[in-house]
């Protein structure tokens, strides 16, 4: 049972917009920095999108980050075959002492 | 362009131990926290470790704590993590991540570590 909760799959077709929720609690996104990270298949993890909102140099503006409260979600327009992948929501958790993950969200282009 | 290259995993039996190497490049290492994250079969990822830049702080997930043992060696440029006492459920790919203080920004290509008998 993960502490972040993603919903396990969203699709859309070519050129559509898909968004990902991740919904927390004070100890993790409500006091702490958020993160979306994508993961290919067969590849490491990269960062998408830290501190909520903000996107690291060479990540496309197609990718958008927002945050609420103890919430969070991921969008990413003009979706490309590219962009199938498993995305994850993370933060530190100060309760935990813990970095914690969201389950994943698979993204299908349809 | 800063490099984290992991080394060590294997095929080991369950009740043994595994020493897992990270070698970092073209940053200073000494200046930033590190996790390590592992991806079981099918499952998503799961934080396992952090430690502090001048190691003197360590936490671990619940499903390590007493088990694994995360260290570095700061003039080498070197994570490590010791494994101890393995289980079939240890199955993964090993990431060793640098975190920015924002995110982990930084990961390495993991390396397998396969409990089995």
């Known amino acids: 049972q993960s502490v972040l909760t993603q919903p396990p799959s969203v699709s859309a077709a070519p050129g559509q917009k898909v968004t990902i929720s991740c919904s927390g609690g004070?100890?993790?996104?409500?006091?702490?920095?958020v993160s979306w990270y994508q993961h290919l298949p067969g590849a490491a993890p990269n960062l998408l999108i830290y501190d909520g909102d903000k996107r690291p140099s060479g990540i496309p503006h197609r990718f958008s980050g927002s945050k609420s409260g103890t919430s969070a979600s991921l969008g990413i327009t003009g979706l490309q075959t590219g962009d199938e992948a498993v995305y994850y929501c993370?933060?530190?958790?100060?309760?935990?002492?813990?970095?914690?993950f969201g389950s994943g969200t698979e993204v299908t282009v349809l | 362009e800063v490099q984290l290259v992991e080394s060590g995993g294997d095929l080991v039996q369950p009740g043994g131990s595994l020493r897992l190497s990270c070698s970092a490049s073209?940053?200073?290492?000494?200046?930033?926290?590190m996790f390590w994250v592992r991806q079981a079969p099918g499952k998503g990822l799961e934080w396992i470790s952090y430690?502090?830049?001048?190691?003197?702080?360590?936490y671990y997930a619940d499903a390590v704590k007493g088990r694994f043992i995360v260290s570095r060696d700061n003039s080498m440029k070197s994570l490590f993590l010791q494994m101890n006492s393995l289980r079939v459920e240890d199955t993964a790919i090993y990431y060793c991540?640098?975190?920015?203080?924002?995110?982990?920004?930084?990961w390495g290509q993991g390396t397998l570590v396969t409990v089995s008998s």
């Open positions: 430690v502090s830049g001048g190691g003197e702080t360590t």
């Open positions: 073209e940053f200073t290492f000494s200046s930033y926290e």
């Open positions: 993370g933060a530190w958790d100060s309760s935990l002492n813990a970095y914690v």
């Open positions: 991540a640098r975190d920015n203080g924002y995110a982990i920004d930084y």
């Open positions: 004070s100890s993790n996104i409500g006091n702490n920095y």
